[in-house]
Nanobody
Framework: VQLQAFGGGLVQAGGSLRLSCAAS????????MGWFRQSPGKEREFLAA????????YYQDSVKGRFTISRDNNKNTVYLQMNSLKPEDTAVYYC????????????????WGKGTLVTVSS
């Protein structure tokens, strides 16, 4: 399985970005997919996960209400809509896949994508 993330860039504080992650190699319709991020000097942290089968979601508390994860099974793609961005959201964002969304939420990741950089200016 290969995961490719798109959509990072530079945005002003208060702005929005939507990240996309396309999976190839096999269908992930019964798997969990999610997003993580890593800021300089910090450990990689979980943000959100979704069941590709049911659409059920998990979020880290700090991004609830600002970030929304969604999926398109036909495109084998997961999205992360990020609103009200803050400078502290600046990080490299990674998509990930695992056996189910709960496992991904506990950082039980089988596949990682290459990251995409999000920079939020103040």
């Amino acid at each position: 399985v290969q995961l490719q993330a798109f959509g990072g860039g530079l945005v002003q504080a208060g702005g929005s970005l939507r990240l996309s992650c396309a999976a190839s190699g096999r269908t992930l319709s019964s798997s969990g997919m999610g997003w993580f991020r890593q800021s300089p000097g910090k450990e990689r942290e979980f943000l959100a996960a979704i069941s590709m089968l049911s659409g059920s979601t998990y979020y880290q508390d700090s991004v609830k209400g600002r970030f929304t994860i969604s999926r398109d099974n036909n495109k084998n793609t997961v999205y992360l809509q990020m609103n009200s961005l803050k400078p502290e959201d600046t990080a490299v964002y990674y998509c990930a896949a695992g056996p189910n969304s709960g496992t991904v939420a506990r950082s039980g990741v089988a596949y990682w994508g290459k990251g995409t950089l999000v920079t939020v200016s103040s």
